[in-house]
């Protein structure tokens, strides 16, 4: 990881709130400064444009089409399409670079734009560093001539192609017949996709967060508010709920009781099921710091490791690339099956769960709960720009906190790479003892925070 200090790029894209942050003359920017990026040879270069039901999505994408255009690069326009679609579709459409355009699960007001390079993957952080140079300079000497613009087109069938594509990453003769399932789009990207290729497969379908407003994406729905999922499984007394976040790279599931089944369940259940089928590229997952120590037990029961990362897909995909692994994920339900995607794909991840619930032919609950998660205790501590974890009264508490831990649990302390706040994460066999430990190390930075 390079040490730069970034203006615009966070850890997944350009974020914030539209017209305030993510304004026109960013987005005109961003597009001018990409293409110049990745303006490589003679060829005529293209770029791919999804984006998310969010009603500053237009305002984005026309500002962005000028950019590209006014560089000399032709714009396919995809419509709203999920975050992983736009990756795939950048690659199978041979375009030079990808643009998403999303908050993921923030509310509506936000809005944001991830790149991806034309192998389908986000850009590295020497990419990001060029294109941050290039958005604070005057580039109207690098603009094209008026012969050379770029032209902009909607393209009809991507719906169709990623759908295909989905399907094609199951066993070719394989049906969700028999099985009823709610899915909850968010009001988000996938909702025209998911349901269509669930029904495509045989499924009975029970849609919901599929009437997109442009402002209530991820409101109440998806997988950031999972308890509509869940009572619309019951009430429809279903096999299984699928609930996906507004770009559709992340799942949260649900069994026929409505109990939730989160990343790290699912990483379990398809990481099994590849180990029998002799699947995995290596014996192991990649996961964050903060998946469950009850996830680690398990795959160490099965044989398999699992390799720890930074807080962040990206860390996650990078450590599956440096070392070979081809599952990786988070708890969030961002999960990354590299054989077939370069990001997070809910709608995929789903799929591969309920083809392992179809062969094992048992209920969700008894596929899907594959160990007892350890109690976490999870506390933010709000810091004013001092750097706490760095004093030694609140290292000495931390190291105190994981030598009375041992190896019956994990203590990790980590700045939020989004917010001022420091976030504190205990869990263990003895939830009284994580109680005390976590607050042992609060109190440590909240004393720092408050001398600063």
């Not at 089944?261 to 099921?273: E, F, P, Y």
């Amino acid at each position: 990881m390079t040490n730069m200090t970034r203006t615009y790029f966070g850890t997944d894209g350009i974020r914030g709130k539209a017209n305030q942050k993510i304004t026109p003359e960013l987005a005109l920017k961003i597009g001018q400064a990409t293409g110049l990026v990745f303006h490589r040879g003679e060829h005529r270069h293209r770029v791919a444009i999804g984006k998310d039901t969010r009603l500053s999505g237009y305002m984005i994408e026309y500002a962005l089409v000028a950019g590209f255009a006014s560089v000399g690069m032709d714009v396919l326009l995809l419509g709203p399409m999920p975050t992983p679609a736009v990756a795939m579709l950048t690659r199978s459409m041979r375009a030079d670079v990808g643009v998403m355009i999303s908050a993921s699960h923030n509310p509506f007001e936000d809005n944001g734009i991830k790149l991806f390079g034309p192998d389908g993957h986000k850009l590295s952080d020497a990419i990001e560093a060029e294109i941050e140079k290039l958005l604070d300079s005057d580039l109207s000497s690098k603009l094209a001539e008026p012969h050379g613009l770029g032209r902009a087109k909607r393209i009809d069938d991507v719906r169709a192609r990623y759908i295909e594509f989905a399907k094609r990453t199951l066993p070719r003769n394989m049906s969700l017949d028999g099985l009823r399932i709610v899915v909850d789009c968010a009001n988000g990207a996938a909702y025209k996709v998911a349901p269509e290729a669930l029904w495509e497969l045989g499924a009975e379908v029970i849609a919901i967060g599929v009437e997109p407003d442009g402002f209530n994406i991820n409101r109440d729905v998806g997988s950031t508010a999972p308890q509509a999922l869940r009572d619309k499984v019951r009430e429809m007394r279903a096999d299984v709920g699928i609930a996906l976040d507004g770009d559709a790279d992340r799942v949260i599931m649900a069994d026929e009781h409505g109990r939730l089944i989160d990343g790290d369940q699912l990483m379990a259940v398809v990481g099994a099921s590849w180990r029998d089928q002799g699947l995995l590229t290596k014996p192991g997952l990649v996961a964050t710091v903060m998946s469950n120590l009850g996830l680690e037990r398990h795959l160490a029961s099965l044989g398999l490791t699992l390799e720890r990362t930074p807080v962040g897909d990206r860390y996650v995909l990078e450590r599956m690339r440096e070392q070979g692994y081809n599952i990786g994920g988070e708890q969030s339900g961002h999960v990354i099956f590299s054989d077939y995607s370069t990001t997070g794909d809910g709608l995929v991840t789903a799929m591969q769960v309920l083809a392992v619930v179809k062969k094992q032919g048992r209920p969700v609950s008894e596929v899907c709960h594959r160990f007892e998660p350890l109690p976490q205790v999870l506390k933010n501590v709000r810091v004013n720009g001092a750097k706490p974890l760095e004093q030694a009264h609140v290292v000495s508490a931390i190291d105190s906190g994981r030598r009375k831990l041992g190896g019956s649990g994990r203590l990790v302390v980590r700045a939020s790479g989004t917010e001022p706040v420091i976030r504190v994460m205990g869990e263990g066999d003895d939830p009284e003892l994580v109680e005390r430990i976590v607050g042992d190390v609060c109190e440590a930075l909240s004393a720092s925070a408050a001398a600063a």
